[in-house]
């Protein structure tokens, strides 16, 4: 019976557990960039429904802000009509008074009415158009919003798909960069959401 040959197994096993304790150290970097990952998707998540509620908002208010335009025109349409009897009662007064006859005293209490109402008219007006101006700089304040909350949203997104590329490739610095990208996000989020 020949002898056993014997095969050197510490020269194979020595390659065989480097490239193990590689490949763990790789595998170990697939958790943070996992849980990073997964944080980052709910800041975007969160950032987005900002965003969306800010622009709905801001849609709401333009409206308002058009239907109290439309109230202001209305009453200034309305103005320039009393403006109008008011003059056509000045000129019968005159025409009265070119005939050499006193107007009757009706005329000069109509123009007076006319001249009331109008100031009347215009202050509404004015009060229209100071709501609207409120209604319009209140949206575009959340526009602004809008748009910080989407710029969030966009730099969680490229450091989700950072993310995913250092998975992937299971390189740190790709993911290191991933966290910086994100963390701005986050901060640009949480800014936007104090203020």
Same mark, same amino acid.
């Given at each position: 019976?020949?002898?056993?040959?014997?095969?050197?197994?510490?020269?194979?096993?020595?390659?065989? =557990?480097?490239?193990? =304790?590689?490949?763990?150290?790789?595998?170990?970097?697939?958790?943070?960039?996992?849980?990073?990952?997964?944080?980052?998707?709910?800041?975007?998540?969160?950032?987005?429904?900002?965003?969306?509620?800010?622009?709905?908002?801001?849609?709401?208010?333009?409206? =308002?802000?058009?239907?109290?335009?439309?109230?202001?025109?209305?009453?200034?349409?309305?103005?320039?009509?009393?403006?109008?009897?008011?003059?056509?009662?000045?000129?019968?007064?005159?025409?009265?008074?070119?005939?050499?006859?006193?107007?009757?005293?009706?005329? =000069?209490?109509?123009?007076?009415?006319?001249?009331?109402?109008?100031?009347?008219?215009?202050?509404?007006?004015?009060?229209?158009?100071?709501?609207?101006?409120?209604?319009?700089?209140?949206?575009?304040?959340?526009?602004?919003?809008?748009?910080?909350?989407?710029?969030?949203?966009?730099?969680?997104?490229?450091?989700?798909?950072?993310?995913?590329?250092?998975?992937?490739?299971?390189?740190?610095?790709?993911?290191?960069?991933?966290?910086?990208?994100?963390?701005?996000?986050?901060?640009?989020?949480?800014?936007?959401?104090?203020?």
């Amino acid at each position: 019976m020949p002898d056993e040959t014997e095969i050197e197994t510490e020269r194979v096993r020595e390659p065989i =557990e480097e490239r193990l =304790e590689h490949d763990q150290k790789r595998v170990a970097l697939l958790r943070p960039i996992a849980l990073t990952t997964a944080i980052l998707a709910a800041v975007a998540a969160v950032a987005a429904l900002q965003s969306g509620a800010a622009v709905n908002m801001a849609l709401i208010l333009k409206t =308002e802000a058009a239907r109290l335009q439309t109230e202001a025109s209305d009453q200034w349409a309305y103005y320039q009509a009393k403006g109008i009897k008011a003059a056509i009662q000045a000129a019968t007064r005159s025409a009265w008074l070119a005939a050499g006859k006193q107007p009757p005293a009706e005329h =000069e209490a109509e123009m007076r009415r006319y001249t009331v109402e109008q100031e009347e008219i215009k202050r509404a007006a004015e009060e229209k158009e100071r709501q609207r101006d409120e209604k319009s700089r209140e949206a575009d304040h959340l526009l602004h919003r809008h748009h910080s909350f989407a710029n969030a949203v966009a730099l969680t997104q490229v450091s989700i798909a950072l993310g995913a590329v250092a998975a992937l490739t299971r390189i740190w610095w790709v993911w290191l960069g991933s966290l910086a990208v994100g963390g701005t996000g986050i901060v640009l989020f949480v800014l936007n959401l104090v203020r």
